[in-house]
């Protein structure tokens, strides 16, 4: 599968495979395929392996601190629901700070194009 097919399914939400690598690793071309805002933390927020609360926490992004988010869709990707940093949602976007990579809840961060 070529990556822009495995980037179109990660950022469609998608479970594409791509040689037995599950769509999580792929998370790494689709954020590379992006161009990349300034995400600051409006609260301290774990970032995870996937779009849902339950998912491995990879790393803290700290309150106050930025990190490189990818948001192609100006919104965030769906995810699980939840209700973090006082507000109800399921927007979830690609975030790497520290050396780690993934998804952290749109609501608790504060964004820059």
């Given at each position: 599968?070529?990556?822009?097919?495995?980037?179109?399914?990660?950022?469609?939400?998608?479970?594409?495979?791509?040689?037995?690598?599950?769509?999580?690793?792929?998370?790494?071309?689709?954020?590379?395929?992006?161009?990349?805002?300034?995400?600051?933390?409006?609260?301290?927020?774990?970032?995870?392996?996937?779009?849902?609360?339950n998912a491995t926490a990879v790393g803290l992004?700290?309150?106050?601190?930025?990190?490189?988010?990818?948001?192609?869709?100006?919104?965030?990707?769906?995810?699980?629901?939840?209700?973090?940093?006082?507000?109800?949602?399921?927007?979830?976007?690609?975030?790497?700070?520290?050396?780690?990579?993934?998804?952290?809840?749109?609501?608790?961060?504060?964004?820059?194009?």
């Open positions: 599968m070529a990556a822009t097919a495995v980037t179109a399914a990660v950022l469609a939400g998608g479970t594409a495979l791509t040689g037995g690598v599950a769509a999580a690793d792929a998370r790494v071309t689709a954020a590379s395929s992006c161009s990349y805002n300034t995400l600051t933390a409006l609260e301290s927020v774990k970032i995870r392996t996937d779009r849902k609360l992004l700290p309150k106050g601190k930025s990190g490189r988010g990818c948001d192609s869709t100006g919104t965030g990707l769906s995810g699980q629901s939840y209700d973090l940093c006082g507000k109800k949602d399921n927007s979830w976007v690609i975030l790497s700070y520290g050396g780690h990579e993934g998804w952290v809840p749109t609501t608790c961060i504060k964004q820059w194009r």
